[in-house]
């Protein structure tokens, strides 16, 4: 009798140590998955809508109205700004 209640106890320790080491594997995986989509979304450049790089574009173009490489230089650095 005491053989079969100490197998039962065993078996149920086994379970849940299984269990719980499963749930210990799953959080790792949640982690590093939450850890790589933050690193990609700050390597990831987030561009201006076309509106907005208008306006920046257009409060340069006084100054800038000559020189259409310097616009266009501004154009190309406002949108890889990121903008949050």
Known sequence: M??????A?????????N?????????LTDFKLEKEQ???KL?????LP???IFTQVSLH?????????SVLS???HVTKVNYR
Do not use: V
Not at 19 to 27: F, V
Not at 43 to 47: A, S, V
């Open 2 to 7: 005491q053989a079969m209640q100490d197998s």
């Open 9 to 17: 106890i065993q078996s149920r320790t086994e379970m849940r140590l």
């Open 19 to 27: 269990a719980d080491l499963e749930q210990m594997k799953q959080k």
């Open 38 to 40: 933050a690193r990609t």
């Open 43 to 47: 390597r990831k450049p987030t561009t």
């Open 50 to 52: 076309f509106e907005k």
């Open 61 to 69: 173009k006084e100054m800038y109205s000559n020189n259409l490489d």
């Open 74 to 76: 501004i154009l190309y």
